[in-house]
């Protein structure tokens, strides 16, 4: 193994040991009350170490989420149970990704809502959604993508804050209302 492989192994394992810790903290803290030094201990690093691959919180959120997605579509091709592209296999990453923010409702919840700390990184998400769907749907234009990340972010986010009841669709039926709606929005893609 090269010093460079193993550079790379230090510089994902430290990225990945922070966004875990971020998301542990979320489940028993309110987003306001986390600092960097708290994200720290319980990530076991150093603070220079943080500052080496982060600026802020707001960028280990985002990236926490960028690493998920990786990460179902990784556990989808493994599992070769449906196609590894496609709008299939996009689409079971959406529900996959769905089902996980689901059972972690109330720490979204708290990251998610009105007044949280963690506005920039619903900017990062919506510019990263925005990159994704571009590469989908070269043809669009940029105030096009943005309107359908936004909606699409702004629809997950109202399934998230909605009460539990025969109205809070499942994963599945939202996945299928924003496939067909950025079909709508975007054309014919493979979101």
Known sequence: MTSDTRADLRVERS??????????????RDPRDISI??????????????YQHFSSLDEVAAAGIEERFVRLH????????????????SYRLLVGFLGELGAERAS?????????????SRDAVESWLVDRLAERTP?????????????????????????????????????????????RVLGPTDL
């Open 74 to 89: 990784a556990e989808q091709r493994a599992s070769g149970e449906s196609p590894c592209d496609g709008p299939e296999a």
């Open 37 to 50: 030094s708290a994200l720290c201990a319980e990530a076991g690093v150093s603070r220079p170490t943080f």
């Open 139 to 183: 043809a669009a234009g940029p105030a096009v993508l943005r309107y359908a990340a936004a909606g699409f972010l702004g629809v997950v986010r109202a399934w998230l804050l909605q009460d539990d009841g025969p109205d809070r669709p499942s994963a599945d039926d939202l996945a299928a209302s924003l496939v067909a709606l950025s079909a």
């Open 15 to 28: 990225r990945t040991q922070l966004a875990e810790a971020l998301r542990a903290l979320m489940r028993t």
């Open 108 to 120: 979204w919840q708290r990251t998610i809502g009105s007044g949280t700390a963690f506005s920039a």
